[in-house]
């Protein structure tokens, strides 16, 4: 039996009403050993009306505990655990002490990121760093071998925060919908989503079939619509029961989102309508406190998509003959390289620092922030 959809809509809100000065997390359980349980709050009714009594009970309980309660049964959805971290979590569930020494703060420590498209490239990039620097990471790809080996390998290295891999297709409504609800069920909520998963079939007017065109169309622009449509609801619940705090949504666009590309329009298209979606999120949500901006990096040379041996655009371009004169991949790297003020393509890290920047500031909304080595420069 799965655990009742409604969660979605409460939970959020009570990993609020339960942090302090960090971020907890929150996760929840079907069946949970009754001895544990502080506190048990009806959730028959409506969201709105659970939200206000757990508020109540859990400010009661404060009075009279001198603490917060850490396990509640939200009856008829499920029992909650709260923590700063999942390690805490997992400790109070098999009632084992905590090992100080694993609660380590980093940079990230206390943040939870949805990154789509993060079982390899700059997503893949972006888990690693996260990760690395603290944050609970759920890495949400189509590609299921390669997102869970990433996870499990991630998690062996880990901290008290914790990887999760959930199988999605951003181009479905249904699926990220589903994303959203296991992201809750595991971690509470989340305070930013990074829309990364893109696709590149390139192609001038002769060559692009209407259903290539349809395809990325429907993962580039239309799976960010998705991601922002069912990750919205979650943040602004969280905004709304915690003073001060703000969450974000953050695409991962691209220099083609700033400038046409020859013979690459699908692609270009979908990521300049990207940045209308952008800007549009930001300013339906700033009010809510939920920041929305995109981060356009240049040519990742490194990554899959460049580097690939067998389906890499530089094998590609090498065959097709599109650099003059080039008789190796190198050649064709450095053509390209040479076109970057920087002299060089686009790393992880430098996206890393731009997400960053986007995260830790309270007053930037519905930007398109270049990371392009000065190739590309705004107007
Ligand atoms: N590689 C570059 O040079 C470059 C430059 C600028 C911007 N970008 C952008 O960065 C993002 C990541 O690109 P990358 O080159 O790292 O990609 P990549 O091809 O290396 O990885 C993309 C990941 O997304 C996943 N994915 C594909 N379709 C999906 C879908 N429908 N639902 C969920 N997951 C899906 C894939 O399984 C893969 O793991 C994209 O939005 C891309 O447009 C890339």
């Given at each position: 039996?799965?655990i009742?959809?409604?969660?979605?809509?409460i939970?959020?809100?009570?990993?609020?009403?339960?942090?302090?000065d960090?971020?907890?997390?929150?996760?929840?359980?079907?069946?949970?050993?009754?001895?544990?349980v502080?506190?048990?709050?009806?959730?028959?009714?409506?969201?709105?009306?659970?939200?206000?009594?757990?508020?109540?009970?859990?400010?009661?309980?404060?009075?009279?505990?001198g603490?917060f309660?850490?396990?509640?049964?939200?009856?008829?959805?499920?029992?909650?655990?709260?923590?700063?971290?999942?390690?805490?979590?997992?400790?109070?569930?098999?009632?084992k002490?905590?090992?100080?020494?694993?609660?380590?703060?980093?940079?990230?420590?206390?943040?939870?990121?949805i990154?789509?498209?993060?079982?390899q490239?700059?997503?893949g990039?972006?888990?690693?760093?996260?990760?690395?620097?603290?944050?609970?990471?759920?890495?949400?790809d189509?590609?299921e071998?390669?997102g869970?080996?990433?996870?499990?390998?991630?998690?062996?290295?880990?901290?008290?925060?914790?990887?999760?891999?959930?199988?999605?297709?951003?181009?479905?409504?249904d699926?990220?919908?589903?994303?959203?609800?296991?992201?809750?069920?595991e971690?509470?909520?989340?305070?930013v989503?990074?829309?990364?998963?893109?696709?590149?079939?390139a192609?001038?007017?002769?060559?692009?079939?209407?259903?290539?065109?349809?395809?990325?169309?429907?993962?580039?622009?239309?799976?960010?619509?998705n991601?922002?449509?069912y990750?919205?609801?979650?943040?602004?619940?969280?905004?709304?029961?915690k003073?001060?705090?703000f969450?974000d949504?953050?695409?991962?666009?691209s220099?083609?989102?700033l400038?046409?590309?020859?013979?690459?329009?699908?692609?270009?298209?979908?990521?300049?309508g990207?940045?209308?979606?952008?800007?549009?999120?930001?300013?339906?949500?700033?009010?809510?406190?939920?920041?929305?901006?995109s981060?356009?990096?240049g040519?990742?040379?490194?990554?899959?998509?460049?580097?690939?041996?067998?389906?890499?655009?530089?094998?590609?371009?090498?065959?097709?003959?599109?650099v003059?004169?080039?008789k190796t991949?190198?050649d064709?790297?450095?053509?390209?390289?040479?076109?970057?003020?920087?002299?060089r393509?686009?790393?992880?890290?430098?996206?890393?620092?731009?997400?960053?920047?986007?995260m830790e500031?309270?007053y930037e909304?519905?930007?398109?922030?270049?990371?392009?080595?000065?190739?590309?420069?705004?107007?």
């Amino acid at each position: 039996m799965a655990i009742n959809n409604k969660i979605v809509e409460i939970l959020p809100a009570l990993r609020m009403i339960l942090s302090q000065d960090k971020i907890n997390v929150a996760k929840v359980y079907e069946e949970f050993e009754a001895s544990l349980v502080q506190l048990e709050v009806s959730a028959q009714g409506e969201a709105k009306e659970t939200i206000d009594q757990l508020k109540k009970e859990v400010e009661s309980y404060k009075e009279e505990k001198g603490c917060f309660p850490n396990v509640i049964d939200l009856k008829g959805v499920g029992v909650v655990v709260v923590a700063e971290t999942p390690y805490e979590i997992d400790c109070l569930v098999a009632q084992k002490p905590v090992d100080k020494a694993k609660l380590v703060n980093g940079r990230a420590s206390g943040k939870t990121a949805i990154i789509t498209g993060g079982a390899q490239g700059f997503g893949g990039g972006l888990v690693e760093l996260m990760m690395k620097d603290g944050a609970n990471v759920i890495i949400a790809d189509l590609n299921e071998e390669k997102g869970k080996e990433f996870a499990s390998e991630l998690n062996k290295g880990a901290g008290a925060n914790k990887a999760c891999f959930v199988k999605v297709d951003v181009s479905s409504p249904d699926s990220v919908k589903e994303l959203v609800y296991q992201a809750v069920c595991e971690f509470g909520g989340f305070d930013v989503f990074i829309s990364n998963a893109g696709v590149l079939r390139a192609g001038g007017l002769d060559e692009m079939t209407p259903e290539d065109f349809e395809f990325m169309t429907k993962v580039n622009y239309t799976g960010y619509f998705n991601c922002a449509k069912y990750a919205s609801p979650v943040l602004k619940l969280q905004t709304a029961n915690k003073s001060g705090y703000f969450a974000d949504i953050i695409q991962i666009n691209s220099k083609s989102g700033l400038k046409g590309s020859n013979r690459n329009f699908a692609y270009a298209g979908g990521k300049f309508g990207g940045i209308g979606l952008t800007q549009s999120f930001a300013m339906e949500l700033m009010p809510s406190r939920v920041k929305v901006n995109s981060v356009c990096p240049g040519n990742f040379f490194d990554g899959p998509l460049w580097s690939d041996p067998e389906k890499g655009l530089f094998v590609q371009y090498l065959n097709a003959g599109k650099v003059k004169g080039a008789k190796t991949i190198e050649d064709v790297k450095a053509f390209y390289e040479a076109q970057v003020p920087a002299g060089r393509g686009c790393t992880v890290l430098d996206v890393m620092r731009a997400v960053y920047y986007i995260m830790e500031q309270e007053y930037e909304t519905g930007q398109a922030v270049p990371v392009t080595g000065g190739q590309e420069m705004l107007k």
